[in-house]
């Protein structure tokens, strides 16, 4: 049985027997505590003991983070914040853990930690974040997956670079040093006889699903070769794009406010425990925070409309970094200053075309597109959409303008020749958005083994 | 709305507007009937039109594969096969498709398809069993999440080989040409400082999940860069790979027979179409292949026994291609003649070390280890699991014998030193699973964009 179990249903009285980890343990002379768990929920299991027990001396030895097995009654515990406990009744030591442990029950540094990682997850904080990161990605394939959506693994490998944004990862099946002895590299003798790399996004691809089901979305791994050394950058990371056929922008960000509330609200439902100890000991005020997004009605203004309002904050005193203009791309403080202007999420929609992916859907103007970043007080951007360009020579066109090669896109074109429609989707970084569910401040904390520059660790 | 919808509550007698693609267009002279879908189910809405409507003639030349929008009244249908069809009453091309559209309403070849893969799902063979890997997918998360375990995103770049499975891929941030140009590969200038690759599991990494969590799974993608041509090869395939705590080699047989009942059992409630689609075109007795799985009780039997049984064969007159001896691996035919004859999926259990993997958990008789290979009738090993061993000398003394280099593996050592226990894990290949679901007999169409030796497209 698990921990859990022991918090579904009534077992006082009852007797059962459990293995786990000592979390910690604290002797008395004719007594002791052993806070239990076996992993399977926040919460913990009081066992006590006394000298009542043969093996007293014994169990005063067990020391901390030593996997058990304890048989004992669950009763009525006198000890306050607890309803219960187990009154040991014996004890088995499965696997001791020697006194230089690193993970002793006391505060450690998230920096201590991050060199740690292999045993983060045992510790109450990060024992709540990763369980967090769990519950929702649950939440996210059964939002889509119960609106109808067919999950699409898009490749990891690709031979095509979306969008050439950021820098790639190459991937290669020959020998580096016999590359550098060639002194001329081959690609025709790879695996698969051409150049490769790994994905930046698997949203073009997520399209061609779009034109056959509806109703699509990505949730995997991509790659970023940047070598970017900030607390909201990770060379790989998870995302999530979901791409809907015979939907337009407005329809997408419908999509978008319903999945981040659902998302959210299944955190909030399903890991009350965890919530409550990041509220308490990472950020204050996150339950607080989670529940007005899920309160809510998402603001939605237009690009131009952003730049009116920075400018008027200017005309009224307020000094910018970065001189807001219009048909130019909003910087850190614009975002700060418009989600504490509405004091709730915002989607900026309409963007000038120029800065701004390919295949975004042209606006009439001819001067934007028809994008919409979410942006979300304290945190800034943490999804973005756009309806997709469904002509052929206007996104011909375009890809003609930015110079691309488009040979390699043939069958992105093609989608619409053969039954295109008005389609839209959005991406979500994972990673970003567990940063705004945990309150935690750094995205190595979200991801289990970080991958970041000069970081490659377990 | 959605297609789907129709199928889910009476509309009869209601006007309906939905968006789709023409599927198939018959014209009579009078009349017409449209095969209309949306993708968001198996099944097709007949549009029955005739020309009393104002735009007959341009509505007889919408071609397939158009996108259309048609509104009408939903009402019951004279046709066999089908209990209600929409009368048209107004339609709009959303979007029109020329004649030389790959995908007519006929039979493809496989081999067609894969080279149009970007619009291979529109059809309903490939609709049918990409839609099954997503239910299955959902199926997968569905059934850990609910037994409590926690999801753990495995790194996909990796400074170390787990068990040196296959090749690796290399990945590179310096730019290959100048590499060549080089003359010494330097890894000290790659952007994690060191030679990095793909994975090839996310086992060990779980490991230390497991011992947090005690119940965890990956799902993700992982890579071998073997240049292997065959019909069960890819280059890169998703992997399930769950790890329990507290558990041995039964109580995982247990769960893996549990796990595989539950999805396929899950796909057959909630494809019911699409199975009985594949049971009629792709692989006869489909459905009552896997009905049989879900009503039999898992055999268990040592390789030793096995062995016992091929050399019974041999002597009563079976002919071997390979023959069977104690303490070496099984080929394909054996398994195939196991499986037959218990005419059940069978655990083979308690393997020669030698062809086991370095982590298994030896045995007390010194020579074998406590590994679980699942071989299925039809299709051979499905899963393998295992014991791992948590014996830190026993262990060390493995990876020594084996002539590892231990340092890496600091980490996964120490889970045996800091409060270690009996742990168990197995692995799935997720598209040896479709292929099983789904009857289809090649990899490459079970996987949206297959890499395979010399294939990368899309």
Redesign the interface.
């Known amino acids: 049985m ?1 921990v ?1 179990d022991l918090f579904l249903k009534d077992y006082i009285g009852k007797k059962v027997k459990i ?4 979390k910690n343990h604290r002797k008395q002379k004719e007594f002791g505590f052993i806070d239990f768990s ?3 929920t926040q919460k913990h299991l009081q066992v006590v003991y006394d000298n009542t027990l043969d093996n007293f001396d014994e169990i005063q030895k067990i020391s901390v ?3 058990i ?1 304890v048989e004992g009654e669950i009763r009525k515990s006198p000890a306050k914040g607890q309803d219960f406990e187990m009154g040991l009744e014996s004890i088995t030591l ?5 006194e230089d ?1 690193p ?1 002793q029950p006391k505060r450690h540094s998230d920096e201590f930690l991050r060199e740690q990682a ?2 983060r ?2 510790t109450n904080k990060y ?1 709540a974040i ?2 967090i ?3 929702a ?2 939440a996210i ?2 939002y889509f ?1 119960e609106n ?13 670079d979306c969008e050439g944004a950021g ?1 790639m ?9 016999s ?7 081959d ?1 025709s003798k790879e ?6 790399g ?1 994905t930046v996004s698997g949203q073009l ?1 997520a399209e ?2 779009a ?5 699509t979305y990505t949730f ?2 991509t ?1 970023r ?1 940047e ?1 970017s050394n900030t607390k909201f950058h990770a ?2 990371f ?1 995302m999530i794009e979901p791409e809907v ?2 939907c337009d922008l407005n329809g997408i960000m419908d999509i978008e406010e319903d999945c981040l509330k659902y998302i959210i609200k299944y955190v909030l439902d399903n890991c009350p425990d965890e919530i409550n100890l990041l509220d308490k000991f990472v950020s204050k005020g996150l339950k607080e925070k989670l529940e007005n997004v899920i309160n809510s009605k998402f603001v939605r203004i237009t690009h131009k409309e952003v730049i009116d309002i920075l400018k008027d904050a200017e005309n009224s005193g307020h000094k910018w970094e970065f001189k807001p203009e219009y048909g130019e791309d909003i910087a850190k403080e614009h975002e700060t200053y418009i989600t504490e202007y509405f004091k709730k999420p915002v989607f900026i929609t309409d963007w000038p075309k120029d800065i701004k992916a390919f295949y975004m859907k042209l606006n009439k103007d001819g001067k934007t597109v028809a994008a919409a970043d979410l942006e979300l007080p304290g945190i800034g951007e943490l999804m973005g959409g756009s309806q997709r360009e ?1 002509d052929y020579e206007k996104l011909s066109k375009r890809m003609d303008e930015l110079h691309m090669d488009k040979a390699p896109y043939y ?1 992105y074109l ?9 389609h839209s989707g959005f991406g979500i970084g994972f990673e970003r958005l567990l940063l705004y569910i945990t309150g935690a401040d750094n995205i190595r904390d979200v ?3 970080p ?1 970041t ?6």
């Open positions: 698990d859990k293995s786990g980890w000592v076996d992993g399977t983070g030593s996997a097995e499965l696997g001791d853990c020697p442990y993970v292999y045993l997850a045992r024992g990763f369980r990161r769990s519950v990605a649950f394939h059964k997956q109808g959506y067919v999950y699409f693994n898009a490749p990891e490998l690709t031979a095509s820098e990862f190459r991937v290669t099946t020959q020998d580096l040093d590359i550098a002895k060639s002194k001329k590299y690609s695996l698969f006889g051409k150049p490769v790994l691809e061609t699903w034109m056959a089901y509806k109703k995997g791994p790659f070769a070598n060379n790989e998870w056929a015979f469904e069958w093609n989608l619409r020749k053969y039954g295109g429609c008005v991801i289990p083994y991958r520059p000069g970081n490659c660790e377990f």
